[in-house]
């Protein structure tokens, strides 16, 4: 029986990795999504049935789950050089002219698109994944293996066997765009539901699929990082008495054996051939489902390569060409402007739509009014947009000759002079302030401006403060404009009936948003000092509030001083508060609030684990721990009126080094004279 189950595990592996060698090498899928999920779940069930049979390069692997608790720095065996650049075709033939002066005359040239990820180097033995490192300063990198196994066009085990026994094969790692999107469109949709506005649901998107592929790289969870479905093209093979004469030949092997290499690469034997590569690939690079900023141009044969040679930082033989961002001109038809949750105005361009990096842009934000000064910026102009791989297109300057010279529009005509940026809230009409030092305007009519108390209410439910799941955005705006519910606390008053005036609303739905108002009532403190929404406290403030001054009525009464004891608060913010509990009207809603039973101050078991012990000191966790992990090792720390941070400075009072502590951090901790406790000297320390 066991023998027909290790079979069977084979079978299915052996299956699953020609799906995926078709899928991500040959571009060519044989069967669906859905029945390539279901082949992998039958292999993981078998596996977690018979994990005796559960090997380390199996197709399961891919899905992650092992936890790292430090990357460790591994030094290349051959340095990984970063190129030259060259912007435009007199370098490019600058760069050829110089290889003819060395002496070469025939010689050929292989083009490949320059892939806007994270370099990384893949070491096989016997044709298994042994190793994966990022580049790092190029001398050292980070041994990041446990996640890239989880990219599933990186064969764990190479086709064939005519490969060396030892070699290493250098590329980038990315996140498809397609991915990219479907990540932010979710975070969109979180922080929507959550009361964010969208200035402040940009900033905390992913900015740009580089730095999503090096962060999810860096997760110490691989399950994390399979999550977010990075792919890799490779393009370099390096190794001791190779059995190839040129680059070309290297990689048209290197797709033999199962290792994915870009179809667009091309060879010529002239730079003219090089140059109409370029223009090719100019605009088409951006019907693409990866970022591309460039072409990278090798000489192909080794033997070429050898006579070149190398400076002291990147190689004679190569050389990259970086395009220009993305940029087209349009008209800037009208600029309206946005209100946030918390009262933060944003305004937006409006333009005629215009193709751009592959898709249609109809709006870029203008971010604020110094922004639309420093531009001078006006309805009607031609305006420049660029689009270099950030999320929301950015208006970079104004074209003046249209202006001057008039281009033609009646819209310019009628809008030629300065814009003036609005001074009254297009919601509520409120009288906008913008307090010194601050770069956004803000609405004060937080409450009575529509989108600021829809906003709030929305930020109320969401799932890190009250967590009323299902009350949404769409719900809240329909009871809001049925007059059922005009603050936080009026929440806690809906009844059945009201519910059922509501379009859509079932009784099914009625009673489960009810439960869920009720269950509300039991959320703790801390985070129901975050939902209230006090502006400048956020989730870590609001924990910081609640433990250090036990119940809301002793943060009413604190005054400025005493709130400046707190860690993480300043002026500004302490101010703000202040001016909350001094409105009657924010009195009214915390009382309303208590008398519906929410959790103004902290229970007794939080109570019991509390205290001021570490008052005023600064830690940095790092390591694996016994009895803590390091979440609640965190928590503790801030119970007990400590604060955490990232990483260590001349400020840092205390590490707590667990096992595995990164070496980087222990350096830095000696050379600064931090002193580094255990997890039993730390325990001690709250006795």
């Known amino acids: 029986m066991s023998e027909l189950i290790q079979q069977k595990i084979e079978e299915l592996s052996k299956k699953i990795e020609e799906h995926n060698y078709n899928y991500y090498v040959l571009s060519n899928p044989t069967i669906s999504d859905f029945e390539f999920d279901k082949l992998l779940e039958e292999l993981i069930k078998l596996e977690k049935e018979h994990p005796e049979f559960l090997k380390t390069d199996s197709p399961s692997q891919r899905v992650g789950g092992q936890v790292t608790k430090e990357f460790k720095t591994v030094k290349h065996k051959y340095p990984m050089l970063s190129l030259g650049n060259t912007y435009n075709e007199e370098e490019l033939r600058d760069f050829d002219e110089r290889i003819r002066k060395s002496g070469l005359t025939h010689y050929e040239y292989v083009c490949e698109l320059k892939y806007d990820g994270v370099s990384i180097s893949l070491t096989y033995i016997n044709g298994k994944l042994s190793q994966a490192v990022t580049r790092g300063d190029g001398e050292k990198g980070d041994d990041v293996t446990t996640n890239v196994k989880t990219i599933s066009s990186i064969p764990l085990t190479l086709r064939g066997d005519n490969f060396p026994k030892e070699f290493e094969i250098r590329g980038e790692i990315f996140m498809p765009k397609k991915e990219f999107l479907r990540i932010n469109e979710n975070i969109h949709k979180q922080l929507m539901e959550e009361g964010y506005g969208e200035e402040e649901i940009y900033e905390k998107q992913l900015k740009n699929p580089r730095n999503a592929t090096s962060g999810t790289l860096k997760q110490l969870d691989s399950k994390a990082v399979a999550q977010r479905k990075l792919d890799c093209y490779l393009y370099s093979v390096l190794g001791e008495d190779l059995p190839f004469a040129s680059h070309f030949e290297s990689l048209e092997t290197a797709k033999k054996w199962g290792l994915k290499v870009s179809g667009d690469m091309e060879k010529f034997s002239s730079l003219e051939g090089v140059i109409g590569y370029l223009k090719k690939w100019d605009k088409k690079r951006h019907t693409l489902n990866v970022e591309t900023d460039g072409v990278v141009i090798k000489v192909n044969a080794y033997e070429h390569q050898r006579f070149l040679g190398f400076t002291a930082k990147s190689p004679r033989w190569a050389i990259a060409y970086k395009y220009k961002a993305a940029q087209v001109s349009t008209i800037l038809e009208d600029i309206s402007y946005q209100v946030g949750r918390t009262g933060a105005i944003t305004p937006v361009a409006n333009l005629k739509p215009v193709l751009l990096a592959g898709t249609t842009v109809k709006r870029a934000s203008l971010h604020n009014a110094d922004i639309i000064e420093k531009l001078d910026v006006r309805i009607g102009d031609t305006v420049f947009v660029e689009k270099g791989g950030e999320i929301i297109p950015k208006i970079i300057g104004v074209d003046l000759t249209k202006r001057n010279s008039g281009n033609g529009s009646t819209l310019f005509e009628e809008n030629a002079h300065q814009t003036k940026y609005i001074t009254h809230c297009p919601e509520c009409g409120t009288e906008l302030i913008r307090a010194e030092g601050e770069a956004n305007h803000y609405c004060p009519n937080e409450l009575g401006c529509p989108p600021q108390v829809k906003g709030k209410m929305e930020h109320f439910v969401s799932r890190k403060a009250m967590d009323i799941d299902s009350l949404g955005s769409e719900t809240i705006a ?125 229970s007794e078991q939080q109570l019991v684990n509390s205290s001021d012990k570490l008052k005023d000191l600064t830690f940095v966790v790092s390591g694996v721990f016994t009895r803590f992990n390091r979440d609640d090792l965190k928590k503790t720390i801030e119970q007990n009126g400590g604060k955490n941070v990232g990483s260590i400075s001349g400020k840092t009072s205390y590490v707590v080094a667990g096992e595995n502590m990164g070496p980087e951090k222990l350096k830095k901790a000696e050379k600064l004279g931090v002193k580094i406790i255990s997890e039993n000297d730390f325990i001690k320390m709250l006795e």
């Open 478 to 602: 329909q009871l809001y404009d049925a007059g059922l519910i005009k603050t936080i606390a009026d929440i806690y008053d809906l009844k059945k009936e009201d519910l059922l005036k509501i379009e859509r609303m079932a009784e099914k739905s009625a009673n489960n948003l009810l439960e869920g108002i009720e269950a509300s009532e039991k959320v703790p403190f801390e985070r129901v000092m975050f939902a209230i929404g006090i502006r400048h406290i956020g989730e870590t403030t609001a924990k910081k509030l609640a433990f250090y001054f036990k119940n809301i009525d002793a943060i009413k009464n604190a005054s400025v001083e005493q709130l400046l004891e707190v860690g993480d608060i300043g002026e500004k913010t302490a101010n703000t508060i202040i001016a909350y509990f001094a409105d009657n009207r924010c009195i009214e809603i915390i009382e309303r609030l208590k008398g519906a039973g929410l959790q103004f101050e902290l």
